[in-house]
């Protein structure tokens, strides 16, 4: 993977409770990394078709691996104003060097 295909920008958050000055629990967005990534989002090629235990995934992205952060299905990514809910991590090729995860997409909804 080259930078030249790393051209997305993507922010991984953590929505975890937290306390305020006052002492009450909020629940909010902490980022935990802002890195560059390859994403895909989901199409008719062959790749796709070959990922159908992974269904609800809408996007794959691929960045470096970040040191010191544990990449897990509780956190989510933001890209381009849009939220997607990691459905798996995956280490490429067992080497260390990068993260695969499949996301899904977060969609607002009215209540």
Known sequence: MSYGKMN??????SAA???D???FVTTGDHIIASVRAYK???H???????????SEATALLRFRKIPDVEITTAL????DSERYRIVSVEDVRGRGMY??????KQEGTVR
Do not use: H, Q, T, Y
């Open 8 to 13: 997305s920008f993507i922010d991984i958050i």
């Open 76 to 79: 989510f990514i933001a890209c």
């Open 99 to 104: 993260i695969e995860v499949l996301a899904e």
């Open 44 to 54: 008719g090629n062959e790749r796709w078709a070959n990922m159908a235990a992974f």
């Open 21 to 23: 000055a006052d002492g």
């Open 17 to 19: 409770p937290s306390k």
């Open 40 to 42: 895909e989002d989901r």
